[in-house]
């Protein structure tokens, strides 16, 4: 059943959906509550209460510590494993009650990839995957042509997987996630063990196939912060479950300080403007750039007006401002502001 009976029109479904999706595991017991708690229940939280909403044409990026619940969110959305409590919908279907429709949809590719023949081609696998995915023989000897040439594949389809670099692995996994044409492609560490070339590849393909249409849609799962910043619209930052912050990155950026930071940088100044600048920002701190003709500063203010205050009265003093710049802060430090784990 779908999601909105209003409408057939996929458009106006999210891509993804998530509405207070947790998922509890049952936990293991040590010999001493299995003896003394027989029928006790422990449980691991994975996922508690999350509220997600990918939309379509969109590149979505999931963060977090390891043990976060992101490869566990991916499971869910890609109908591997069920939600203990809440819903998940692909394209407006309810991945518990329409998983044959939600598999029509998505495209998985996971970290470690072990399901391959080594012993055939990447086409001869790429073939029998086909023929699982219920296409006919032509079809599935055209579409595997075709998945190959999206990933860049054609020099090395046929040679043996068990001659294949991991970067050709890789992409050979994206191939086979691709040949049902799904609208939506779910990634965990896409770039995870991959050389510098073969990582930048994958990058400029996940660009690449949401400008495709019809509309496409990639959410995926990385620890790299600067990858997520790079390809995302989006990043939602998960730890212990839940969802700390998401947005786009200017926005996390924005939540991370209650005050704007400015790098001041001022040509040999004299002990009385260092004097009257430590009156105006009793905050500030000199950043030791290094250069002995100037003395570098940090200053945090509330209101982006202070600083033009702060300059004015220098300048008054007689120092010689150069330099007066935001600084920007990084996803790193959104990262640690909001998880209970520190990169």
């Known amino acids: 059943m779908k999601r ?29 509550d299995a003896l003394l708690r027989p029928f006790a229940r422990q449980e691991t939280i994975a996922l508690q ?29 890609s109908t591997l494993i069920l939600p203990t409590d809440g819903g998940a919908f692909i394209a407006g279907f309810d991945v518990k009650r329409d998983a044959n429709q939600v598999k029509k949809r998505i495209g998985c590719v996971v970290t470690e990839e072990r399901s391959f023949y080594w012993r055939l ?29 999206l990933v860049d594949m054609e020099r090395d389809a046929d040679k043996m997987f068990k001659d294949y670099s991991t970067g050709m692995r890789h992409r050979l996994a994206i191939s086979r996630a691709l040949l049902t044409d ?5 990634f965990d560490e896409p770039t995870r063990s991959l050389d510098p070339p073969s990582a930048e590849a994958i990058r400029r393909w996940m660009k690449a196939f949401v400008r495709r249409e019809p509309i496409r849609t990639v959410l995926f799962a990385t620890h790299d912060l600067a990858e997520a910043e790079t390809l995302a619209g989006r990043i939602a930052i998960l730890d212990r479950g839940r969802i700390r912050a998401c947005g786009t990155p200017g926005e996390l950026k924005e939540t991370v300080r209650g005050k704007k ?23 500030c701190r000199s950043t030791g750039d290094g250069a002995p003709e100037y003395a570098a500063y940090v200053v945090e203010v509330r209101d982006p ?13 007689g120092a010689a401002v150069v330099e007066c710049a935001a600084v920007t802060p ?14």
């Open 49 to 77: 209460d999350v509220f997600l909403t990918v939309n379509p044409g969109e590149i979505f990026a999931l963060v977090g510590p390891n043990g976060a619940g992101k490869t566990t969110l991916i499971k869910i959305l």
């Open 182 to 186: 799904p609208e939506i492609v779910l």
């Open 121 to 149: 081609t990447g086409r001869q696998n790429l073939g029998f995957f086909a023929v699982l995915n219920n296409l006919s023989k032509a079809d599935a000897h055209s579409r595997v042509s075709q998945v190959i040439a």
């Open 4 to 32: 909105d009976d209003v409408s057939e029109d996929r458009r106006l479904n999210p891509a993804i959906e998530a509405i207070g999706l947790t998922k509890r595991f049952p936990k293991a017991k040590s010999y001493r």
């Open 330 to 343: 990084s996803l790193h430090e959104v990262f640690d502001a909001v998880t209970s784990y520190s990169v």
């Open 261 to 283: 930071q400015y790098n001041l940088k001022l040509r040999q100044p004299k002990e009385r403007v260092i004097e009257r600048l430590t009156q105006l920002a009793p905050s």
């Open 305 to 317: 007006a202070e600083v033009s205050s702060i300059v004015r009265e220098l300048v008054l003093a």
